[in-house]
T-cell receptor, first 116, second 110 residues
């Protein structure tokens, strides 16, 4: 298995532009998570899906952020319009949580976003 | 809401010295996981602890879960340069999503 795949790996954009980050989870995993990592705030959970359905988006910073999961093998995180304070590394992770206690999360390589 | 605090934030050790990072939760956890992130990399799962007082070992790494299930520790014996990275604990309360600590960044001086 190739693991969790994210694209692009690096994105540099100007303030006000729309940014779309993409993620392909590991096949068979039923949970997908989007995280944002910064030095100041650490690793923050933005939103997570179970069987393609958004369960909790309370971590999404504001309405400029949106996420979709149209099918089990693809998810997007969109920022529109982007702002310099959105600069961070965005990770997608997936897991198979067949038990109530959950299981390990597999992280993708991340997308390093820089908003100028 | 649930918070997971991790100390120290940074640790610099000489190669061969031991290293310990501590994790404390504001609430009782159902389980705790530990991850390692190499510089420029992504978090990679190390282990999960579920039982009160549980101790698990992976070669030079020893993981403990407190009796009250509110704290945990990771101890590395005789650090090596390959241990460099940031170690995160992540706790779960009930069936809620994992909450990650801010991590401890370990530097090993050869």
């Amino acid at each position: 298995d190739a693991g969790v795949i994210q694209s692009p790996r690096h994105e540099v954009t100007e303030m006000g532009q729309e940014v779309t980050l993409r993620c392909k989870p590991i096949s068979g995993h039923d949970y997908l998570f989007w995280y944002r990592q910064t030095m100041m705030r650490g690793l923050e959970l933005l939103i997570y899906f179970n069987n393609n359905v958004p369960i909790d988006d309370s971590g999404m910073p504001e309405d400029r952020f949106s996420a979709k999961m149209p099918n089990a093998s693809f998810s997007t995180l969109k920022i529109q319009p982007s702002e310099p304070r959105d600069s961070a590394v965005y990770f997608c992770a997936s897991s198979f949580q067949g038990t109530l206690m959950g299981s390990e999360q597999f992280f993708g390589p991340g997308t390093r976003l820089t908003v100028l | 809401g649930q918070q997971v605090m991790q100390i120290p934030q940074y640790q610099h050790v000489q190669e061969g010295e031991d290293f310990t990072t501590y994790c404390n939760s504001s609430t009782t956890l159902s389980n705790i996981q530990w991850y390692k992130q190499r510089p420029g990399g992504h978090p990679v799962f190390l282990i999960q602890l579920v039982k009160s007082g549980e101790v698990k070992k992976q070669k030079r790494l020893t993981f403990q879960f407190g009796e009250a299930k509110k704290n945990s520790s990771l101890h590395i014996t005789a650090t090596q340069t390959t241990d460099v990275g940031t170690y995160f604990c992540a706790g779960r309360e009930g069936n809620t999503p994992l909450v990650f600590g801010k991590g401890t960044r370990l530097s090993v001086i050869a």
